[in-house]
DNA sequence: TGACTTTTGTACCGATCGGTCAAATCTCAT
DNA sequence: ATGAGATTTGACCGATCGGTACAAAAGTCA
């Protein structure tokens, strides 16, 4: 088999970069023609069902780079909590320190949501799930648990969101340092007490 | 003057339903038409300045509403406790429990931000301000104030974008029923001991 | 070299985009 | 009632939209 120029998942960066940028409805074939620097030939004939088949395929991307550096090592790492500490290192690195959007929370907010509502759903639930659960290993009763990996989740989105709309991707690092602080709030409590509803008496925590 | 429909800001409202729905590209003329009853003569007539100056329009008014029921309020009230209290009741019926999306951070999020970036940060900068004061008044120190404020801004754009892609309101509630207990800890604090660095000892909360 | 497949460029499609405009309709002071 | 001005309508504009068609180009391999 000819390959001439590029495996098709070797536009999936650039693609997600205009989908980024744009949005689904922005990102016009003109735009992400010029990016990629494919025609429309080309796009169609790596993506017959055209943008919303390249949005989709991008979403699957995301993904799975997430399965891989995020939910997975979550959920094998034995020590929870380095597990926790590295995930948000990756967390951090993908978003380039806030420079760059997270694609799933943004096409979520509008009606291009519709077309993609499983991928999205599924994206967010699998994070979760996963970070709770290594919060659970590392002493948390589930409930608390739960709680304190959907906080995580919103001030990660909401981190994003404002670190955009303020022009400030220190904004975004901070927002993550706050979330570590509190995700690992356990490591300065001693090993006896077993561990807190995240409102209990005690265990603090160093910022940093 | 002839009032045959509506006045220009009779149809804010729903032309700010659009752009939440649709984003600014999204939001084509033929949608804004069907969703406002106007017709593209009547559109122009109001707004000269086309889209552009419709999705201003948008964003002038829920400034002005959240500076007469958020901002101010934040500052004028005497106490601060309530103050923060009300608002974030405010909040929780502005964004209908979850159900309806933040227009200024979604328009963060792609490129139409560069249209309007004075405004999307001028309004997230004055909410920040306004809440980081009526902490600082209810005994917190200043920097950690703002540092609570910026986390409870994220901590609401994040939930929801969550709620949104969960397609589940009541994750915007908890979350802010998370952010409340967090900014009123102070309240089952005895008086006397004036208040903490937002991580320091004791002071806590009862979740309700 | 030549049959064959894959990839690419581009002309073209109908639909819709944001926006303009002249004419029709309406309101109100006179 | 009438005239001036405010408001509305809807046809129309060129540009661009997402998508299709298809032939030329580029690659593979007998």
Not at 112 to 132: C, E, H, M, P, V
Not at 178 to 184: E, F, G, I, S, Y
Request: glycine residues 8%; contains cysteine; proline residues 4%.
């Amino acid at each position: 088999m000819p390959k001439v120029v590029a495996e098709r998942a070797d536009i999936l960066p650039a693609l997600g970069e205009v989908f980024r940028e744009h949005g689904f409805e922005g990102a016009s074939l003109s735009i992400i023609g010029e990016r990629t620097g494919l025609g429309k030939g080309s796009l169609y004939h790596f993506f017959p069902g055209g943008k919303e088949e390249m949005a989709a395929a991008v979403l699957a991307e995301i993904d799975a780079w997430f399965v891989a550096h995020i939910f997975t090592p979550l959920r094998a790492e034995k020590d929870a909590a380095r597990a926790i500490a590295q995930t948000l290192k990756a967390v951090e690195d993908y978003f380039k320190s806030g420079r760059r959007v997270c694609l799933i929370g943004a096409l979520a907010l509008n009606d291009s949501r519709d077309l993609f509502g499983k991928q999205i759903k599924t994206y967010f639930a699998r994070w979760n799930d996963a970070l709770a659960d290594a919060l659970a290993r590392a002493g948390r009763d589930r409930k608390s648990a739960k709680a304190l990996a959907e906080e995580t989740l919103a001030a990660i989105q909401g981190g994003l969101v404002l670190a955009r709309a303020m022009n400030d991707p220190a904004l975004f690092q901070r927002a993550l340092a706050r979330v570590k602080a509190r995700l690992l709030e356990e490591h300065s409590c001693p090993k006896s007490k077993p561990l807190p509803p995240w409102r209990g008496k005690g265990c603090f925590l160093r910022l940093d």
